[in-house]
């Protein structure tokens, strides 16, 4: 068994391979791709008439276009060396990829909520997408390039900080670690504590019962789902003998206990919804399920799960299924999962997976944030980050390779700031190609 001083010199060792210094450089690489030709080449088998829905929304500013630009930015950190000391990676570890959800136990969480580009790879990558969102965000916000620097930084340092906490260690301790919502209070300022107690309030409002009221009606034939196209579309034929089988390989990914929850639940309605940013054009479904009666709703969502975009940079991960590598991604990095989580293959051969529409979950507003409350919710973000990498790598050796110096925290501060320079350079040239009619945008709906 290798001891925590072995492991911590590993970390130590990775120093002279990338020097914490380095990682300040952001420098193109000579044949760096047309930022909208990797969009372009993303695109291919999702849904075309959903396409200009995902460009209209990428070009609305600068942080949506980071947002749905996973792909690009996993092209450039893979052109810079890196320090080979893995994790399980979220893959798009972005500002509004953090937010609150209910645990199994109905506690109210922070913590990593998208899994679409979970992958293993090296730690920075991770730190390295969630500082360049919190410039970008902190630019687009009217603050200055300092103060974005020193918000950047301030996720970085958080990051390190609670690594380094947490390599002290021992293992249940950092398997159960979580941030609960009660937590978060006192890390807020009094005069934003309102604020934030509204928020949690409203996000505990947020589960399939407030659904049901939000996205259905009643018709002669029951409670249905509302048709809101392109949005939201109601599936008017569905085939029964072909969601048996779905259903089926859905529950057999689910423990024994929750199946016997799942069965006790009947099939009402299913819709096609258009989500997020980077994932409009996949496909992406939602059911409408009810249990004792009419009162007592459950949605879930199908998601489609394709490869993720670090695969093309680091190999095929220990997941063949891309459905499967997004449900064990989350279970792997968050502190606690949705019950319903699963997946299952779906016609044509496609992977999907499967989680609650609607369990409590709220993201941040990052881009109406002033300056001082950024900050502080930067360092919620770099603290959930170390929580997850923690769980998944070698917390000793990544912890050993950060320091107890601010070297690491200053030098991905500056690469956030560079690459804030080089994201508004690509959303400009979408924009462009959407002026010049090469590329098709709709406005968001």
């Not at 934030?196 to 002669?220: F, I, P």
């Not at 096609?272 to 007592?296: I, N, P, Q, W, Y």
């Amino acid at each position: 068994m290798v001891t925590p001083s072995e492991r911590a010199a590993r970390g130590r060792a990775a120093r002279k391979t990338v020097s914490r210094s380095s990682h300040g450089r952001w420098i193109p690489a000579p044949h760096r791709p047309d930022p909208v030709a990797v969009l372009e080449k993303q695109a291919a088998g999702r849904l075309p008439d959903l396409l200009p829905i995902r460009y209209g929304r990428m070009a609305a500013s600068p942080f949506a276009f980071l947002r749905g630009a996973a792909a690009l930015m996993a092209g450039d950190l893979a052109a810079q060396p890196h320090t080979g000391l893995t994790v399980q990676l979220s893959g798009d570890a972005h500002l509004l990829n953090f937010g609150l959800y209910a645990s199994p136990e109905r506690a109210l969480l922070f913590d990593l909520d998208d899994f679409d580009e979970t992958h293993p790879g090296p730690f920075e990558w991770d730190v390295k997408r969630l500082a360049a969102s919190v410039a970008v965000a902190a630019l687009q916000n009217g603050g200055s390039r300092a103060k974005a620097q020193t918000a950047a930084r301030a996720a970085v340092e958080s990051y390190r900080l609670s690594v380094r906490r947490l390599a002290a260690r021992g293992e249940l301790d950092v398997w159960y670690e979580r941030i609960d919502a009660a937590d978060l209070l006192p890390l807020v300022r009094r005069s934003r504590r309102r604020q934030v107690e509204d928020a949690l309030a409203r996000a505990r409002r947020r589960t399939s019962l407030h659904a049901l009221g939000k996205l259905t009606e009643e018709t002669g034939e029951g409670r249905r789902i509302v048709d809101d196209p392109p949005l939201l579309e109601r599936v008017d034929s569905v085939d029964r003998t072909g969601l048996g089988k779905i259903f089926s390989d859905y529950r057999s990914s689910l423990s024994e206990e929750r199946r016997v929850l799942l069965d006790r639940y009947r099939f009402v309605d299913a819709a096609a919804k258009a989500v997020g940013v980077g994932s409009v054009g996949t496909r992406c479904f939602v059911l409408l399920l009810e249990g004792r009666d009419a009162g007592d709703p459950l949605f879930l969502q199908i998601k489609e799960a394709g490869p993720s975009v670090l695969e093309e940079h680091l190999g095929p991960g220990p997941h063949t299924h891309h459905g499967h590598r997004v449900v064990a991604g989350q279970r792997l990095l968050q502190a606690a999962s949705d019950i319903f989580l699963g997946w299952m293959t779906g016609p044509q051969e496609r992977h999907f997976y499967w989680r609650q529409l609607r369990d409590m979950k709220a993201t941040a507003e990052v881009e109406e944030m002033p300056p001082s409350m950024l900050r502080e919710y930067a360092r919620l973000c770099g603290r959930a980050l170390a929580r997850a990498h923690a769980r998944s790598g070698d917390r000793i050796a990544v912890a050993a390779y950060l320091g107890g110096s601010d070297a690491f925290d200053r030098a991905v501060a500056e690469f956030a700031i560079r690459y804030a320079a080089q994201n508004a350079d690509d959303h400009a040239a979408l924009t462009a190609a959407i002026a010049a009619g090469s590329v098709s945008a709709a406005p968001d709906v």
